[in-house]
């Protein structure tokens, strides 16, 4: 049965919540693809671009999402950029529909800032990575490599 998409929300992460993140995690196989996020939310820490949410289902904690958006560094860029650095959802709550709910949640979040153009993100190829994920969310090869992974946009303006 497709998910409520209503239950699904991006919510700010809090002292009384980030053991409930980072707790959160991917399956064994998936390890590669993601890092946990308790490293993830270190580096946040270090990184005034980065922008983060839990994922919840209802109440409850069921992923997490990190941006690196380059309009948040001071001072700010002329032409920020922005792309998705970390995307999770917890193995116990994957292949119901939540991951795309809470992609197009922050795309959503993203072209409403109307700073930016396109919002990236890059994948590490190999079976069950989430190419196909990505694409049937409208994102489109770039032909670009950063390092070992292929790299993804989608645009968020017409003509952009
Ligand atoms: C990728 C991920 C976020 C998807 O979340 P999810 O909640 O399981 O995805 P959904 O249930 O919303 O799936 C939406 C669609 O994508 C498809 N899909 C999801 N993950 C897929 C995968 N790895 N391979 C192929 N298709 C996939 C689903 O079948 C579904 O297709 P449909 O719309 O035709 O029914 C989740 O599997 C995950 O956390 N993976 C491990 C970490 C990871 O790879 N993160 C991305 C790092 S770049």
């Known amino acids: 049965m497709p998910i409520d998409a209503n239950l699904i929300s991006l919510r700010p992460i809090t ?52 941006l690196e958006d380059e309009s ?11 792309g998705v ?28 800032k109307g700073l930016f153009k396109r919002l990236k993100l890059s994948y590490v190829p190999g079976p069950g990575c989430p190419e196909p994920f990505y694409l049937g969310l409208g994102f489109q090869h770039t032909g670009e490599v950063d390092g070992n992974e292929i790299v993804l946009e989608i645009p968020l303006r017409q003509n952009a």
Do not use: C
């Open 15 to 66: 002292a009384e919540t980030v053991r409930a993140i980072t707790g959160l995690s991917v399956s064994e196989s998936q390890k590669g693809f993601v890092a946990p996020n308790a490293i993830s939310l270190s580096q946040a820490l270090f990184s005034p671009e980065a922008w983060y949410r839990a994922i919840y289902l209802g109440e409850e904690p069921v992923g997490f999402v990190m």
């Open 85 to 112: 650095w970390r995307f999770m959802i917890d193995a116990k709550f994957q292949g119901r529909g939540i991951g795309k709910v809470a992609l197009l949640h922050v795309i959503e979040h993203v072209r409403s």
């Open 72 to 82: 948040l560094r001071s001072p700010q860029p002329d032409t920020p950029k922005v």
